[in-house]
């Protein structure tokens, strides 16, 4: 089969498919990203404590600090969104911003290091209650302070390679009012560090635990003529606006992406300046079942350069470049956040790939820069969940026919 014909072939269908009119920015969810900038910004700080252990990564020489416990501190700024905008309402409410992460792992002094990080969060409620919530926490960012793999300097540390590492956490937590200005929230998490293997090793570092924190909501600032901010007289917690939205339309999406990006050697892990090119063109269809959600599927075609090394022994004289890319065909969920969006997908390779298994998976972001373009950021991972690459790329979307219209 020419996957090259396929991949033009689904692109050509999803051309002639299209009606991009005057609704398209409705389908970029403009009724539902609304703001009323007479309502107040409601920010507040926040911070965090967590307590937990170590996952093993299976690495000799890391059993002092992996069988130790750690602790870590969490400084956050954020904004509550009470309904200013109106996809607020559609995710109960949520609070939102960046935040500050210290890690300590003990004994202090170790070969693995003491993360920092910088990050942005999302926190939304599974279920709201009087004075209580259930929520779910999301944060992602740069992680530093890592003591990364060297061959001279720290041979014994095999387990990620870089100083600098992607930094994801996520937690299941209670929130509860204490007092006019004060919540309080308690929680498990998770959290994982990696570098996505643009340096190997890259077994990940990953973490366990509890958390408890305490949040304090500032007054609320009006903006006036002249950019001078005046605080209200009143309560500092703005009462949740309540929107009657339109009836939604399901309706068809097309887009396709290209990406680029970098990977190292899975197997050769003292060679550390020895990179191989990456790159991903994809072509899907979604379709968008509600404000905030899409189902679809796609065509992939992938460009792999490490993949040199699972074919030299079978190409002495030189591995062919046909070697270095194959298709796959993936089924896909995204969950809309106002301008992001994030991926997840599970996908096949077309034909049998030395070393990278059966299946393969695409989890990262998406922010959508007009309503047709988007930028785009994932982790391409084969079979196992073990970093492949990172795909850092740029979109083309375009909107079909809303039912009902």
């Not at 003990?106 to 209650?129: D, H, M, Q, R, V």
């Amino acid at each position: 089969m020419n996957y090259n014909k396929l991949l033009l072939g689904l692109l050509f269908f999803c051309v002639l498919h299209l009606k991009c009119n005057a609704q398209s920015l409705e389908f970029l969810k403009a009724d539902t990203t609304d703001s009323n900038k007479t309502y107040p910004r409601q920010i507040f700080g926040q911070t965090k404590i967590h307590f937990g252990g170590h996952f093993s990564t299976g690495v000799d020489g890391l059993e002092e600090v992996e069988n130790n416990y750690f602790s870590a501190l969490e400084l956050r700024v954020g904004w509550k969104g009470y309904g200013r905008k109106k996809w607020h309402q559609l995710f109960g409410y949520p609070t939102y911003g960046f935040g500050l992460y210290q890690a300590t792992f003990f004994p202090e002094a170790n070969i693995l290091g003491n993360p920092s990080a910088l990050y942005g969060f999302f926190n939304g409620p599974f279920k709201t209650y009087n004075k209580w919530s259930l929520n779910y926490d999301l944060g992602a960012g740069l992680a530093y302070d890592f003591f990364g793999y060297d061959p001279k300097n720290n041979p014994d540390q095999t387990a990620i390679g870089s100083d600098f590492n992607f930094y994801l956490t996520v937690s299941v937590e209670g929130n509860f009012k204490i007092s006019r200005r004060l919540d309080g929230s308690a929680g498990l998490l998770f959290t994982h560090f990696s570098n996505g293997r643009t340096r190997t090793p890259n077994k990940g570092v990953n973490l366990y635990g509890a958390n408890i924190g305490v949040k304090y909501y500032f007054n609320p600032y009006i903006p006036k003529k002249g950019g001078v901010y005046i605080p209200k007289d009143k309560d500092p917690r703005e009462k949740n606006i309540h929107y009657d939205l339109p009836e939604f339309h399901p309706f068809w999406e097309y887009y396709t992406f290209v990406s680029g990006g970098v990977s190292t050697s899975p197997y050769n892990i003292e060679d550390q300046n020895k990179y191989y090119g990456t790159a991903t063109w994809a072509v899907d269809v979604a379709r968008n079942y509600s404000r905030k959600g899409k189902y679809g599927i796609g065509v992939d075609l992938f460009y792999d350069g490490s993949l040199v090394e699972e074919y030299q022994s079978q190409y002495p004289n030189g591995v062919p470049n046909s070697k270095l890319f194959y298709p796959g065909i993936h089924v896909s969920h995204e969950l809309m956040i106002h301008r992001f969006t994030v991926v997840t997908q599970v996908g096949v390779p077309l034909m049998n790939v030395e070393g990278r298994g059966g299946w393969y998976a695409r989890v990262g972001g998406r922010y959508d820069v007009t309503k047709n373009i988007f930028a785009h950021l994932a982790l391409k991972t084969p079979g196992g969940f073990i970093a492949d690459f990172i795909e850092w790329g740029v979109g083309f979307r375009m909107y079909g026919k809303r039912n009902g219209i």
